[in-house]
């Protein structure tokens, strides 16, 4: 099967996630497609699979123009995906869940199923047990797993997401092994979506790199690397040596910190960073870089090591009366024994022993109650110690984590506000809110919901509701879905803070956004910090291979 | 602007559904729709002694409706109001059988408010271990909430049968009738107490007043509508959750003692008569809005207070106030929320990708 995409569009309110892409696919060719975070390959994939709709442009099928209204009927006419999690349901047995794809039949026909299983993976050299639970099998079964159902349904094209991501070595030979008998002897069409540039250049024939939702062209391999590179992520900038902050105090500082998040453990990060100081985070979304950030602001706990903020442990208030909650069993442990005591001593009156025991219970509950009632209105948390004392966190997630649906800018104007009193000076808040939107040019009056706002407009009012001064600025992709006008509008704002003394970390997918704004880079690679780079003396080629995990 | 006043008056349209449906109902069985609801009005205001029975109904509804406007404001399934209710009835009845009644001298202007005070105390504190449950234990406060419930229920019953048995012997109806001076001044021969309703309508106002316009309110705003933003933002969501359960607790307790206090005179088995999960139902039926939590809950002890005189006039079983208000709800769980209604729908591919 011939695969044409023409003139591919998708636009998400005003981002062109895709812009006018054409690709021909040929049969018996494994292709890579390579691009940074945010470059469009998954809105890409999602639309050849069926996934979500183009805006515009047409995919041809053997020359016939085709549109999916869903995976399912993508698949039906041979285009498969195989998720980076793979879609399958872990409580059910491999074979249950292998035959789910024949919903047209009547019966559950679990022994012809086990043997398809058993015979496709005997032809590709895949080991699965047909009757264990899935949610028992290593990520790479289950990908195996998902392979077959693909290819048992006929799909003729395959698409890969980040396939070798948290499957082992052999897996993964075992894999592109496959890769290449179905593209070479069965003419079927593979395309490695795939921020590793070392895979890509192993496995594929033909590379087609996008940047910025457009084509930025397609290169037969063998291609060497720098070349991928400079497509991927823009020509080489000349930049000036930016002045180092040697003289600052120290702001943060961490030693041999290690964190453990849900699914990522950093390990032994110790890192300084003075004051006006940038450091520049780069990597894969969820290498580290957000755990790191969370840490700092005392989201996170640290399992080991030390985290200063000047020279002081991020760490929460625990209350005075934290006794009173402790003093509960102390109560009633003696009110027992003086039961005890009273019960053996033959001499009872009043109370029995049972009713004694039950008033003493009732009292220590009351006891503990009340402690705790106070010790939650005292405490204070990590990251609310971590606000006071002059930091101040931006989350990546807009309506998740940073701002509140349903609440007005004003509203949130008046929460993010340092000070508060306890009527609220409605009038004075939305004077500020004035200031600010216009300040941060937000599109929006002060009585506008925030999930009213475009998504650009939500991220600059995520920045005006930040506080001056601060200490510390801890920044998750900052300028995501702005345009290079705010963009650079948000940075001199930023750049106005640095001189103020106020230290800022962020995160960002943009390799030129990095080196241009930084002073020092950290580069994460699945949970491991690089050594710290001057911005200075780096170049793009050199974080590429440092995001894709290459040593240099 | 259309648009805003369809919102406004929105909550009119499932009473309205349900009232026509019951009306059909009645016109299926024979009844003349209109001698029905004339015999319920009759029962709820035809008179001063029905209108004075359905204002004494209204009072613990109102009270436990506004507790209830804190807790959902604050994003907080509090189905422990029933519980902290009894909590709260049993807090004034501790006060009237253990300090009022061996005291006969001391005067009921200080035994009234040390009452409510102790009924409060008691609400605050059951709504609080819900709220510690739910913050310290990661037990969900509707699981809390129905578990306290029946924990207070079992706890009245202990009382009535154990302790606070009247001499002549244990029954389950009740305690021996408070001293008067521990219960609420009352009007007349009825069981309504003006002091009540003055005390309901001034937290009514209070609470409506501290959600708009005080700072604390708009924490438990921003705190019901994202926990996670708010954390960030600086708001001790912690804190705030006890805050507002203990707030919602200490009114309902004080619905509690009114209960005992005025519309009985002694601790009885079901104290609470399920006004704390009628009062969840007006709250939701009127979308957290104060006014209309009033006036709705001013509704539902009409159409209560009218169901038994429905009986006696048009010999319909006084189950039907029960049906209204079951097809209510229904109609409410429907209908009630005019921006889900209103909105455009998604294609399921589309709803795929919002989950995202």
């Not at chain 2, 507790?67 to 009845?93: C, P």
Request: with cysteine.
């Amino acid at each position: 099967m011939r695969v044409e995409l023409q003139d591919i569009q998708k636009i998400f309110d005003q981002v062109r996630a895709n812009d006018g892409i054409s690709l021909v696919l040929e049969p018996g060719r494994i292709y890579g497609l390579l691009g940074e975070n945010g470059a469009g390959k998954s809105t890409l994939m999602k639309i050849l699979s069926g996934y979500q709709q183009p805006t515009n442009g047409t995919i041809r099928l053997d020359g016939q123009d085709t549109s999916f209204s869903s995976p399912s009927d993508a698949l039906c006419r041979g285009i498969g995906m195989l998720y980076q999690d793979p879609l399958d349901f872990p409580a059910l047995p491999a074979v249950e869940n292998y035959q789910l794809a024949y919903q047209d039949n009547l019966l559950l026909d679990l022994k012809s199923g086990a043997e398809h299983l058993r015979a496709y993976g005997q032809r590709f050299g895949f080991a699965i047990d047909p009757h264990a639970y899935i949610d028992t099998l290593t990520l790479g079964e289950r990908q195996q797993a998902e392979l077959i159902r693909l290819l048992s349904l006929g799909a003729e094209v395959l698409i890969l997401d980040e396939p070798t991501t948290g499957i082992s070595a052999e897996q993964k030979e075992v894999l592109f092994n496959t890769m290449r008998h179905l593209a070479h002897d069965e003419q079927k069409i593979i395309i490695l979506v795939s921020h590793k540039l070392e895979e890509v250049q192993q496995l594929c024939d033909e590379v087609v790199v996008l940047r910025q939702g457009k084509l930025m062209g397609t290169r037969s391999m063998p291609s060497p690397t720098s070349e991928l590179v400079r497509l991927m992520f823009g020509g080489e900038i000349a930049r000036a040596q930016k002045q180092l902050f040697e003289s600052g105090r120290c702001v943060l500082k961490m030693e041999h910190v290690t964190v453990r998040s849900e699914d990522l453990t950093i390990q032994d990060i110790s890192l300084t960073i003075r004051e006006g100081e940038v450091l520049g985070l780069a990597g894969l979304e969820g290498s580290g870089q957000q755990v790191l950030l969370q840490a700092c602001a005392g989201l996170l706990p640290s399992s080991a090591g030390k985290i200063l903020l000047d020279d002081a442990t991020v760490k929460g208030k625990h209350s005075g009366f934290y006794w009173i909650a402790r003093l509960a069993p102390g109560v009633f442990a003696i009110v027992i024994v003086w039961l005890l005591i009273r019960l053996f001593g033959g001499h009872i009156a009043g109370l029995d022993f049972a009713g004694g025991a039950a008033i003493s219970l009732l009292i220590s509950g009351l006891i503990w109650l009340i402690g705790t009632i106070l010790v939650a209105w005292t405490d204070q948390s990590p990251y609310h110690a971590f606000q006071q004392r002059g930091g101040a966190y931006v989350p990546a997630g807009r309506l998740e984590e940073g701002l509140i649906p349903g609440l007005t800018i004003s509203e949130h104007m008046a929460l993010a506000a340092p000070t508060h009193t306890f009527v609220v000076d409605w009038e004075q808040i939305r004077s500020q809110t004035v200031d600010r939107i216009q300040r941060y040019n937000i599109v929006g009056q002060p009585e506008t919901l925030v999930d009213g706002l475009s998504g650009g407009n939500q991220q600059r009012a995520m920045i005006a509701f930040l506080n001056q001064p601060l200490r510390l600025l801890l920044l998750e992709h900052p300028t995501r879905g702005l345009d290079v006008t705010s963009t650079n509008w948000i940075w001199e704002l930023f750049q106005e803070r640095r001189r103020e003394g106020t230290a800022i970390i962020f995160t960002s997918a943009d390799l030129d956004e990095l080196l241009e704004q930084s002073d020092r880079i950290a580069v994460f690679s699945g949970g491991v910090m690089s050594r710290i780079l001057n911005a200075g003396e780096t170049s793009v080629d050199e974080l590429g291979h440092l995001i894709g995990g290459q040593e240099l | 602007m259309t648009d805003q006043i369809i919102r406004r008056i929105w909550p009119i349209a499932p009473i309205s559904l349900a009232l026509a449906l019951i009306t059909l109902l009645m016109i299926v069985v024979g009844a003349n729709p209109l001698t029905v609801y004339q015999a319920l009005f009759d029962g709820s205001f035809g008179g001063r002694e029905q209108s004075l029975s359905t204002l004494a109904f209204w009072v613990p509804l109102l009270l436990c409706s506004t507790g209830l406007l804190v807790t959902f404001t604050a994003g907080l399934w509090n189905i422990g109001v029933e519980g902290q209710m009894i909590a709260g009835s049993l807090g004034a009845s501790a006060v009237a059988l253990m300090v009022a009644k061996p005291n006969p001298s001391i005067p009921g202007w200080v035994i009234l408010p040390l009452a409510i005070v102790v009924a409060m105390l008691s609400g605050a504190l059951w709504a609080a271990l819900a709220a510690i449950l739910k913050t310290r234990g990661r037990i969900h406060e509707i699981f809390g909430g129905v578990a306290l419930n029946n924990l207070a229920a079992i706890a009245t019953i202990y009382l009535i049968s154990g302790p606070w048995q009247p001499p002549e012997g244990g029954s389950l109806r009740g305690t021996v009738p408070f001293p008067t001076q521990a219960l609420f001044p009352l009007m007349g021969t009825s069981r309504f107490s003006p002091l009540s309703l003055i005390l309901a309508l001034v937290a009514l106002v209070l609470v409506a007043l501290a959600l708009r316009g005080t700072f604390w309110g708009l924490k438990l705003k921003a705190q019901g509508k994202n926990l996670r933003s708010a954390f960030l933002l600086g708001v001790p969501s912690e804190r705030e959750a006890i805050n507002a359960m203990m707030v919602c607790g200490a009114l309902a307790g004080l619905a509690g003692a009114v209960r005992v206090l005025s519309w009985f005179d002694s601790l009885r088995q079901s104290i609470s008569g399920g006004i704390g999960f009628l009062a969840i139902l007006v709250v939701l039926l009127a979308g957290t809005r104060p006014l209309w939590t009033l006036l709705i809950g001013l509704f539902f002890s009409a159409l209560l207070n009218g169901g038994t005189f429905v009986h006696s006039r048009v010999q319909l079983h006084s189950s039907l106030s029960g049906l209204i208000q079951g097809t209510l709800v229904l109609f409410v769980l429907l209908l009630g929320d005019y921006t889900r209604i209103f909105r455009r729908k998604k294609t399921v591919m589309e709803a795929i990708s919002d989950h995202e």
